[in-house]
C-alpha cells in the first residue's frame, strides 16, 4: 500500500538571485503529527505566491521512487524536502496520477491532484554546481516532476500514514500529459 514517507515544510528562507530575492526551497520533514490545512502544512511558506501556494497549489507531493533515480543521476544523497516538496510519498506514481484524483492520507486528510509541477530557474540555482546547467529541460524531459494537490479535508498526518487513491476520474489526463500538452 502506498505510504507517506515524510510531511515537510520551510527549513530556512535562501538567498536567490531570482526576483523575489529569496527562496523557500529548502524543506525538511517534520516530526509527529503535523496539520495540513486548506492552504497546505502548517509552517510551511512559499517565498513566491504568484508561482506557489494558493488552494490550487496547497501542498506539492513527491515519489520516493523519482528521488530515488535522481539520487543516482546526481550521486548524491537527496533527503524528503529537497525538491521543495511537502509530501514525500511512495508506492504511488504521482506523475501517473489523474487531474481530479482524490488520495486519502492517514485517517482524516483528502487531497485532490490538481496539477505537475514546472521546473522553473529557481530550483536550477538550488541543485546548484555542473548539474544546475539545462536542470529544466533535463527534469521536466525526464517527466519525474511530482504533483501539486488542493486540499479537501484538513487534518493532521505523519509520517508511515497509509495513502489511499479513493477516487480517479476515468479518462482525465494525468499529470505528466497536462505537462506534455
Not at 521543495?84 to 486519502?104: H, K, Q, S
Amino acid at each position: 500500500m502506498p505510504r507517506l514517507v515524510a510531511v515537510c515544510a520551510v527549513h530556512s528562507l535562501h538567498p536567490d538571485a531570482g526576483s523575489v530575492g529569496v527562496t523557500a526551497i529548502d524543506k525538511r520533514p517534520l516530526d509527529g503529527a503535523v496539520r495540513v490545512g486548506k492552504l497546505g502544512v502548517r509552517a510551511d511558506v512559499q517565498a513566491s505566491r504568484k508561482h506557489h501556494g494558493g488552494p490550487d497549489k496547497a501542498v506539492y507531493a513527491y515519489a520516493a521512487e523519482d528521488a530515488a533515480f535522481w539520487e543516482g543521476e546526481l550521486d548524491r544523497e537527496l533527503h524528503a524536502g529537497w525538491f521543495g516538496e511537502n509530501l514525500r510519498v511512495e508506492g504511488l506514481d504521482v506523475n501517473g496520477a489523474r487531474i481530479g484524483e482524490i488520495w486519502r492520507i492517514g485517517d482524516t486528510v483528502e487531497v485532490e491532484v490538481t496539477m505537475p509541477r514546472t521546473p522553473c530557474s529557481t530550483f536550477a540555482r538550488w541543485v546548484g554546481g555542473a548539474a544546475s546547467r539545462g536542470w529544466v529541460k533535463r527534469f521536466s524531459d525526464e517527466g519525474r516532476l511530482g504533483a501539486y494537490l488542493r486540499v479537501r479535508r484538513a487534518g493532521d498526518i505523519r509520517a508511515g500514514d497509509p495513502i489511499e487513491v479513493v477516487s480517479s476520474p476515468e479518462g482525465a489526463p494525468t499529470v505528466l500529459e497536462v505537462y506534455r500538452r
